[in-house]
């Protein structure tokens, strides 16, 4: 079920209303978001509930356990559930990748490309999302960071809650799992913070990503005929897109938790005005890159090591990232070029330089804040045509065709430069609270902005509405 769906507008209201109505059973509430959660993710393809269902059981099962287990058998438990988590998304999202770039190494030497190893396989959707979700569960009990659960039920509910289910955020049990275990009270503030969210989304979504879409589909398609003007446009066309189509997933998946009264963490903020590459990645996908630092480039030693492991570490962590996006050399490469970005300023440890809020108490960023947001983002842009292409031969030709001539074989396209500007100019308005899409202190005005968003998400709303970018990772 898409969130950008009639389904879903016929959906969310009977679910809220009926848990609502339960206020008084925290059990019953719990079962009713594990059902309600069920039923979203089974609109999709009920088979795949079965893969939910045993990563629900291996991760509470192994929870039980490890408190009262000796060390040593922790450490078993625990790579059982990390075994089975990444075996599952290992089979589905990398055998035919590994299997296939074999293949393709042994044609390089004359053997025959036929192989009976290849599998038609289906990714099932969220299977990237819910077992990063679940793994860090046990292993924040095997930390002694979290105390296990026997309520299997709101456990179950806490793995496949499904605002954020299929693309996020990714949810630490330690922040997660006790509001599912706490009564939660209704309040109007939170309510109606969560529509203006809902509503915010579903505007990058439904009104920018989507009109952008077809557009960046053209250019990519078409990028042998295009200048290099053409190209640039198409590579930016497609950052706002892939910005607006996941950051929308997620300010209407943490609107729609606040509607049960539930509080996710913030997945971006306003990433491009980052002012270096650092800045960037603290403010892009923010529940991945943390899970990635706190689970994997801190145990791996993180920068408190020697400066060669320090590189190592980042280099391991951008690579995973890469890989965890999908299986593609292309991802592999894209990770591979954001470590090569960032690595100048982790060396002079100047990587943390922009840990405040951009351009504080004043309307307008300074010119050298104003070039180094440019830049960043330019190189960021850079980097998604890796992302977007097909294969890295596009990617690579993509890249070398963008150069020359900077001249424009297709108009840029009026309306979606309106929608872009409009994007930019309200986002950098709310720029210090990135819950607050429509905070404006002038009355009249919130109400025009209100009445634009509404009417623009009326006149874009399709019947057959377009998927979310990451449903494919």
Not at 246 to 257: E, K, N
Not at 261 to 276: D, K, Q, T, W
Not at 353 to 377: D, R
Request: glycine letters at 6%; proline letters at 4%; hydrophobic letters at 50%.
């Amino acid at each position: 079920m898409l969130f950008n769906s009639l389904n879903f507008l016929i959906f969310l209201p009977i679910v809220f209303t009926i848990y609502w109505s339960l206020t008084k059973n925290l059990k019953l509430q719990n079962f009713l978001v594990l059902l309600s959660s069920y039923i979203f993710y089974g609109w999709w393809d009920y088979r795949f509930l079965l893969l939910i269902f045993i990563s629900t059981i291996i991760d509470y099962s192994v929870g039980l356990k490890l408190p009262n287990a000796a060390r040593e058998k922790q450490k078993v438990l625990l790579s059982l559930s990390i075994l089975c988590n990444l075996g599952l998304l290992g089979f589905f999202k990398y055998y035919n990748f590994f299997i296939d770039s074999w293949i393709s190494l042994l044609n390089r030497f004359g053997y025959s490309n036929e192989s009976l190893w290849t599998l038609n396989i289906i990714l099932p959707v969220g299977i990237s999302f819910y077992t990063f979700q679940t793994m860090s569960y046990t292993i924040d009990i095997y930390r002694n960071n979290l105390k296990p659960t026997k309520d299997f039920i709101s456990f179950a509910a806490f793995v496949s809650f499904f605002p954020q289910l299929v693309a996020g955020p990714i949810e630490r049990a330690t922040n997660f799992l006790p509001q599912i275990l706490s009564k939660r009270d209704f309040r109007k503030e939170q309510v109606f913070q969560g529509l203006n969210l809902i509503l915010w989304g579903l505007f990058k979504k439904v009104v920018i990503a989507d009109s952008l879409a077809p557009e960046v589909d053209r250019i990519f398609a078409n990028y042998q005929d295009h200048s290099g003007g053409t190209l640039w446009l198409g590579a930016i066309y497609f950052a706002f897109q892939i910005y607006c189509d996941f950051s929308g997933y997620s300010d209407v998946a943490i609107g729609t938790s606040k509607l049960f009264g539930i509080e996710l963490m913030s997945n971006f903020r306003f990433p491009y005005f980052a002012r270096n590459i650092g800045e960037f990645w603290r403010r892009w996908h923010i529940s991945l890159t943390t899970w990635f630092r706190d689970y994997l480039y801190i145990p791996l030693g993180g920068s408190r090591t020697t400066i060669w492991k320090s590189i190592r570490n980042v280099f391991i962590v951008f690579l995973v990232s890469g890989l965890w996006h999908g299986a593609n050399w292309n991802f592999v490469i894209w990770g591979l070029f954001h470590a090569c970005l960032f690595l100048p300023s982790f060396a002079k440890r100047s990587n943390r330089n922009y840990l405040g809020e951009i351009a504080p108490n004043s309307y307008l960023p300074s010119f050298q804040t104003f070039l180094s947001i440019i830049k960043t983002f330019l190189l960021v842009t850079v980097g998604w045509v890796f992302f977007r292409s097909e294969n890295l031969f596009q990617a690579i030709e993509y890249l070398s065709k963008m150069w020359y001539p900077i001249e424009f074989s297709v108009l840029p396209n009026v309306k979606l430069f309106i929608y872009v500007f409009l994007l930019i100019v309200l986002e950098w308005h709310v720029r210090m609270d990135e819950r607050a899409p429509f905070k404006i202190g002038f009355k009249p005005l919130r109400i025009i902005t209100y009445m634009l968003i509404i009417t623009l998400l009326i006149l874009n709303f399709e019947k057959n509405p377009q998927q979310f970018i990451y449903f494919d990772f």
